[in-house]
């Protein structure tokens, strides 16, 4: 990774005592040598390890020996750009202690970066005591979360909690499968996981090297009639299938370092079109059944069903990928959001949707998560580009509290209060008060672009594809305008571990690097 340098320089001039003349001044010699000052650091480097939204503070203190009758300025240089000096330089006696802390929203990564220290006679460091140079190592690991599933995680916010400058954005690589249609991907550092899928043909699943693109293995499903894209999580990959209308078709558990078949659990389905699997703490969650309607939760590690439940609704057969978190797993039945115990499968409450429409059998998307006790779905069957309203439910008030006015299509993303939705037939992205359902803002696509593709939040961006290009909008500036796009359409957008942004249709998955 190229590293550019962020001087920064704090003085902090020291009059010595005794030194200088009648008004108390202290002056710079006026002939001889600059005398030594021999610089000692308390510590030549820090491991400094922080997970993706947090901070860390660190540091290092600097002891000098020698005299002079000279000014003393601390000088020092900040070699990277994900932290930054908290504070000036404390000096106490002949010693200065040195605090560092990480940028807010860092980028991730692991990168290897130098802070200088030297003692200077004046602010602009025209002349620095010999022996006063000293270099402290910052080897600094900013852990981003995998983007493991559908919109990422187990809650599908799609959110990641980074900031990134597009004057950074480059393109890194890309991949087109062999034969085949690619379905969406899933990431961990170091790794993208894609499916290479052929109806009613053999289907199989690559790992490709997050650095190049280039394929680290590939695992064979034998023939499928329909197949899911890889989930990610605890170091497995987790595949959904269907060989045939059954109660045997197939839950796929890989080795994500070698695609060493695991495990391989059976549920029932007659047709489906997966979504991705559901991975939290030790379970996999499918959303299938022989006529729709049940969730099936799997131990992954001992290859066992814990349980299976039944939907309140009975309308929804497939596409579905449920969602949960430490108590409870939901799930969108059609005209009901039902909420399961997430240890025994018991049904805690199931929300009705009297806005419910039936239009078929498929509901492509997820249950999306919120915060105080919220969650958000579609209203009523949906295929993934089709229109349908966005509703609210809360879960202690045991209810559906709001609809919206417009209908919205693709997949929206969650953050900060806000559900951010694409707007049916106009070039709009809504920003959606998840207490009220009311719109607080719109981002609006240039001509008569619409969205295309799931939504994706970071810190201070929004990315999103039209059929034929892909957007970055700035949350953080008035008008949300587009400062970054690139040709080139997408069905499915994620941001891995590695800082890419992964852009990917049917035929073809693009990696843009986002940090330098």
Known sequence: MKIYALLVSVSGMVLLAGCGGDDGSSRPPTGGSTPNLNVTLSQTSANVSVEEGASAKFGFTANYSGSTSSPIVADVAIGGRRYVLDGAPVQSGSSYTVNLSTVPLAAGGATTSEVQFRLCTTA??????????KTFTVNLDVKLGDWGMFQRNAAHTGYVAARYEPADFEDSWSWAPADGNTLEMSATRGSVFVTERQYFGTSVVHALRASDGSIRWTRSLGEQAYVSGPSFSDNRVFITSMQNSSDNNPQWVLDASSGTLLQQMQFGSQWHDFAQPTVFDGSVYVAAG?????????????GTLLWQASGTGGNIWDGQSVAADQDYVYYYSGAFMDVFDRSTGGKITSMADPNFEWRGYGWDGAPIIGTDGLVFGFSSPRMYNSETKLAGYSLPQRRQIWISENSYTTAPAFANGRLFAARHGLQLIDAINQATGSVAFSVAFPDSETANSNIVIASNLLFVSSASKTYAFDLSQTNYPIVWQRDGGARWLAISP???????DDKHIAAVSLYK
Do not use: K, M, R, W
């Open 290 to 302: 022989y006529y729709g309607n049940e969730v099936y939760n799997f131990d992954y590690v001992a």
């Open 498 to 504: 590695d800082n890419q942004l992964l852009i990917g």
């Open 124 to 133: 602009a460091c025209s002349t620095v005591y010999p022996g006063s140079t």
